[in-house]
């Protein structure tokens, strides 16, 4: 009988080891969305006190927090516009076309990926202050540094979609008289559109998350990263909580959606050959590109 | 067809504007950042005098922090390495049809803010939490003991935010590997053991090596895991940049910090990736070129 429990034991021991890993990953989550629902009695909330809703009722109530979370928003939608427009372009070069200063331009998007946060947000708060003055940081230098660190992993994104990319698909639009522009608009385009949506989501949620580079450059503009870091000083209101449940919860559907999105136009254009191969696209793009 | 001058242009124009942006936006603003690190003065009359003694001056100062970045962001570096590995390679030979809902509670904590997350361990390992008590209980803390405000909760910290970026390059060098030649060892009578040391090992090394780096880097030049869970006595290097550049706007000594925290973790990879083999960070590109 103990023979058959070890023998067991040693069979499941990488899964059980794994199950507690995900539990490690996932318990500061609960503990977030646990603590969305404390009562505390002062002004932290670091100790269970009480089980209320009041946070939740108020989540938005909150003005500076709603603020925050309209520049981060705003500042966001902009640099996730533009990165995935720039990194578009730029995956498309790098993969379909040869030319002089391919390695050089492969080298200066790895880099910044590279180098720590804390080094890129002092080397543009040099350069602003420098040139510029400290009355130009705000929405401008967030945007130029926010669309600058997304770059690169569009380009990684996009990249290693147009790799798995089957290009009969385009020769027979081709063969069957579409112009170069008619070719990129309705094949190319519309098959590569759920890597370019996966980029564009990593780009947004790099955005909405950035606290380094952003604490650097901000000038007056508070992000809702930066809106914590404040309050963090005095004691976090419990509103942050509920509010980072709710982010929690809409990038998991929006994750979700996109993945299945994804599998969908696989499905449909078959555009990798065997269909296990890259699930989440998205989230291993970082880790598959680079490994 | 291709080799018509127009043509021949079109990979500059896609290019461009990205090779502009990261060249204006990366590339100038460190020469700032050397430029800056040569200035002498004090607040409001900085001027540009080469000097050098930014250097040697800061480093004396923060030799402390410097030493215990490097300790804490290795340290951090193994133990998300020892987490990662076996759970990369379950999600990846026995994750099955759960593969994905795996994957995604991998990368679930890049979901909420950063800053959040890491208070959610202020919480985790408070005085009067669960954690302190079950130590306290089991004698394995002193009864005044603390785990906030110690190197323990900001490598944990650390290891914890960082560890997605150790799991997903080793899942998807574990994943690339053909089974075939795991059976192929064991058909040549390998044991299980000998059979992953000497094909499964060597084969997931480029997803180590992609890893390590991931985990190292961002480790080394954090400081909200030492400013949450740490205090003065574990200010890393990155907390010393911040409140120098934001706060005391000591902005000379800030930029000779910053500059040099880059100089020595680009050394550090350049050595890291000779002896690892070069394939890992850049494999990708030398495959394609």
Same mark, same amino acid.
């Given at each position: 009988?103990?023979?058959?429990?070890?023998?067991?034991?040693?069979? @499941?021991?990488?899964?059980?080891?794994?199950?507690?890993?995900?539990?490690?990953?996932?318990?500061?989550?609960?503990?977030?969305?646990?603590?969305?629902?404390?009562?505390?009695?002062?002004?932290?909330?670091?100790?269970?006190?009480?089980?209320?809703?009041? @946070?939740?009722?108020?989540?938005?109530?909150?003005?500076?927090?709603?603020?925050?979370?309209?520049?981060?928003?705003?500042?966001?939608?902009?640099?996730?516009?533009?990165?995935?427009?720039?990194?578009?372009?730029?995956?498309?070069?790098?993969?379909?076309?040869?030319?002089?200063?391919?390695?050089?331009?492969?080298?200066?998007?790895v880099i910044?990926m590279a180098?720590?946060?804390?080094?890129?947000?002092?080397?543009?708060?040099?350069?602003?202050?420098?040139?510029?003055?400290?009355?130009?940081? !705000?929405?401008?230098?967030?945007?130029?540094?926010?669309?600058?660190?997304?770059?690169?992993?569009?380009?990684?994104?996009?990249?290693?979609?147009?790799?798995?990319?089957?290009?009969?698909?385009?020769?027979?639009?081709?063969?069957?008289?579409?112009?170069?522009?008619?070719?990129?608009?309705?094949?190319?385009?519309?098959?590569?559109?759920?890597?370019?949506?996966?980029?564009?989501?990593?780009?947004?949620?790099?955005?909405?998350?950035?606290?380094?580079?952003?604490?650097?450059?901000? !000038?007056?503009?508070?992000?809702?990263?930066?809106?914590?870091?404040?309050?963090?000083?005095?004691?976090?209101?419990?509103?942050?909580?509920?509010?980072?449940?709710?982010?929690?919860?809409?990038?998991?559907?929006?994750?979700?959606?996109?993945?299945?999105?994804?599998?969908?136009?696989?499905?449909?254009?078959?555009?990798?050959?065997?269909?296990?191969?890259?699930?989440?696209?998205?989230?291993?793009?970082?880790?598959?590109?680079r490994s | 067809?291709?080799?018509?001058?127009?043509?021949?242009?079109?990979?500059? /124009?896609?290019?461009?504007?990205?090779?502009?942006?990261?060249?204006?936006? /990366?590339?100038?603003?460190?020469?700032?950042?050397?430029?800056?690190?040569?200035?002498?003065?004090?607040?409001?009359?900085?001027?540009? =005098?080469?000097?050098?003694?930014?250097?040697?001056?800061?480093?004396?100062?923060?030799? *402390?922090?410097?030493?215990?970045?490097?300790?804490?962001?290795?340290?951090?570096?193994?133990?998300?390495?020892?987490?990662?590995?076996?759970?990369?390679?379950?999600?990846?030979?026995?994750?099955?049809?759960?593969?994905?809902?795996?994957?995604?509670?991998?990368?679930?904590? /890049?979901?909420?803010?950063?800053?959040?997350?890491?208070?959610?361990?202020?919480?985790?390992?408070?005085?009067?939490?669960?954690?302190?008590?079950?130590?306290?209980?089991?004698?394995?803390?002193?009864?005044?003991?603390?785990?906030? +405000?110690?190197?323990?909760?900001?490598?944990?910290?650390?290891?914890?935010?960082?560890?997605?970026?150790?799991?997903?390059?080793?899942?998807?060098?574990?994943?690339?590997?053909? =089974?075939?030649?795991? $059976?192929?060892?064991?058909?040549?009578?390998?044991?299980?053991?000998?059979?992953?040391?000497?094909?499964?090992?060597?084969?997931?090394?480029p997803?180590?090596v992609a890893?390590?780096l991931l985990?190292?880097?961002?480790?080394?030049?954090?400081?909200?895991? +030492?400013?949450?869970?740490?205090?003065?006595?574990?200010?890393?290097?990155?907390?010393?940049?911040?409140?120098?550049?934001?706060?005391?706007? *000591?902005?000379?000594?800030?930029?000779?910090?910053?500059?040099?925290?880059?100089?020595?973790?680009?050394?550090?990879v350049?050595?890291y990736i000779? /002896?690892a083999g070069s394939e890992a960070l850049m494999g990708d590109e030398a495959? $394609?070129?």
């Open positions: 009988m103990a023979a058959h429990v070890w023998k067991w034991l040693r069979e @499941h021991a990488i899964v059980i080891y794994a199950g507690i890993a995900v539990a490690y990953t996932l318990i500061p989550l609960l503990v977030i969305a646990v603590f969305s629902f404390n009562d505390p009695a002062g002004k932290f909330n670091f100790t269970w006190e009480g089980f209320t809703l009041e @946070h939740w009722e108020n989540a938005f109530s909150i003005p500076e927090l709603n603020d925050s979370l309209l520049n981060s928003l705003q500042l966001a939608a902009l640099s996730t516009i533009l990165a995935t427009a720039i990194g578009t372009l730029m995956a498309i070069a790098l993969v379909r076309h040869q030319f002089f200063g391919r390695r050089t331009s492969n080298f200066l998007i910044p180098t720590p946060e804390v080094v890129i947000g002092s080397a543009l708060l040099s350069m602003f202050l420098l040139y510029f003055g400290a009355s130009f940081l !705000g929405l401008g230098s967030l945007l130029i540094a926010h669309v600058m660190f997304s770059i690169s992993f569009v380009v990684v994104v996009v990249r290693s979609r147009l790799i798995g990319f089957d290009r009969s698909l385009e020769e027979a639009a081709r063969d069957l008289g579409a112009t170069p522009f008619q070719t990129f608009r309705l094949v190319t385009l519309p098959l590569l559109m759920p890597g370019i949506a996966g980029a564009a989501l990593l780009a947004f949620a790099l955005s909405i998350d950035d606290f380094v580079i952003s604490n650097f450059n901000a !000038g007056d503009f508070v992000t809702f990263p930066l809106f914590i870091f404040g309050a963090s000083q005095r004691g976090i209101p419990v509103e942050v909580y509920s509010v980072a449940t709710i982010l929690f919860a809409v990038t998991v559907v929006g994750m979700v959606f996109t993945v299945w999105q994804q599998r969908r136009a696989e499905r449909m254009a078959a555009v990798l050959p065997d269909d296990d191969e890259e699930a989440l696209p998205t989230v291993t793009a970082i880790g598959t590109a | 067809m291709s080799t018509t001058p127009r043509r021949r242009l079109i990979p500059y /124009f896609l290019l461009g504007p990205g090779l502009i942006w990261l060249v204006l936006f /990366f590339i100038v603003p460190l020469y700032y950042m050397g430029r800056l690190s040569l200035f002498s003065g004090t607040l409001g009359d900085y001027t540009f =005098t080469w000097e050098w003694s930014n250097y040697t001056d800061s480093l004396s100062r923060f030799d *402390d922090q410097f030493l215990r970045t490097f300790i804490y962001a290795s340290v951090a570096t193994v133990l998300a390495l020892l987490i990662a590995y076996p759970l990369a390679y379950a999600i990846a030979f026995r994750g099955g049809r759960w593969k994905n809902a795996l994957l995604l509670a991998v990368v679930a904590p /890049f979901f909420t803010t950063y800053l959040i997350r890491t208070i959610a361990w202020q919480t985790i390992l408070g005085d009067n939490g669960f954690v302190v008590d079950t130590l306290k209980t089991f004698a394995l803390l002193d009864e005044d003991g603390r785990l906030l +405000a110690t190197p323990t909760a900001v490598i944990a910290g650390l290891t914890y935010n960082f560890l997605p970026f150790m799991v997903l390059p080793i899942y998807a060098s574990l994943e690339r590997i053909d =089974t075939s030649l795991i $059976e192929a060892a064991k058909d040549l009578y390998a044991s299980a053991s000998q059979a992953f040391r000497r094909v499964t090992l060597p084969l997931s090394a997803g180590v890893g390590t985990t190292f880097i961002p480790a080394a030049g954090d400081y909200v895991n +030492a400013f949450y869970l740490g205090s003065a006595q574990q200010a890393m290097i990155g907390n010393r940049i911040q409140s120098l550049y934001l706060t005391e706007r *000591d902005y000379p000594t800030a930029a000779a910090l910053a500059f040099m925290m880059m100089v020595v973790i680009l050394i550090i350049v050595i000779r /002896f495959e $394609e070129a």
